[in-house]
């Protein structure tokens, strides 16, 4: 589950904030198109650097799914109060 979510998460230049980001051709580092900042740890180190977004992204997730598992939970059980009357 967790994995998931992380990879929906945005990927974001910790110095200025932009998304336009550019991946060398291995992928090993990335550039930030805006403020040249590079990060020779690529895709790893900015998942690092994003770690407190992304870990704030997930709970907001996490809460949104608990949300519809309870409305479901509430359908299901008038549900089986109807079927036991
Ligand atoms: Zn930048």
Known sequence: MRDKYEKSVTLRC?????TELKYSE???TI???RC???YP???????TLNQPEIDRE?????K???K???VELEKFMKEMNRKNR
């Open 68 to 70: 519809y598992a309870d």
């Open 26 to 28: 291995d992928k090993s």
């Open 36 to 38: 040249g900042r590079e």
């Open 31 to 33: 550039v930030c198109q």
């Open 58 to 62: 997930v709970e907001k997730l996490e």
């Open 14 to 18: 910790v110095t200025c904030g932009d």
């Open 64 to 66: 949104e799914a608990l």
């Open 41 to 47: 740890g690529g895709y790893d180190e900015l998942v």
